[in-house]
């Protein structure tokens, strides 16, 4: 499923519903149909999600010569997945009292 992130002062962000649902549990939002992110809540929503980025920190290092060679998929983590978002959040954050973001998907997740 894919929930569509829209602002009134950015472009839209379409999540799968997995990352949609990790990010707005870090932020601490219900993973309703709808929902909205008012002014007041940004600046707060942006400092949750920029904390969590830093504790997740960097990948472990290699345990042996194999593990180090090892040819694998990159990792996409949590600060790739999130950036969009919080992106969203600080810039409209700054473009005044009725600007806000919504996230609407087909039903809970």
């Known amino acids: 499923m894919i929930v569509r992130f829209e602002s009134t002062e950015t472009g839209e962000i379409l999540m799968f519903a997995a990352t949609a ?4 549990q870090i932020i601490g939002k219900e993973t309703t149909a709808r929902g909205v992110f008012v002014v ?7 400092e949750r999600l920029r904390q969590a980025i830093s504790e997740a920190g960097r ?3 290699p345990e042996d010569e194999e ?3 090892a040819v694998r998929e990159p990792v996409i983590g949590l600060s790739q997945r999130a950036w969009p978002l919080l ?3 600080e ?4 473009c005044g009292a009725e600007a806000h973001v919504v996230w609407q998907a087909a039903k809970d997740f």
């Open 21 to 24: 649902r990790t990010l707005l």
């Open 91 to 94: 810039r409209t954050a700054r």
């Open 87 to 89: 992106d969203m959040l």
């Open 40 to 46: 007041s809540e940004m600046p707060a929503a942006a």
């Open 67 to 69: 593990e180090a060679t």
């Open 59 to 61: 990948p472990a290092e």
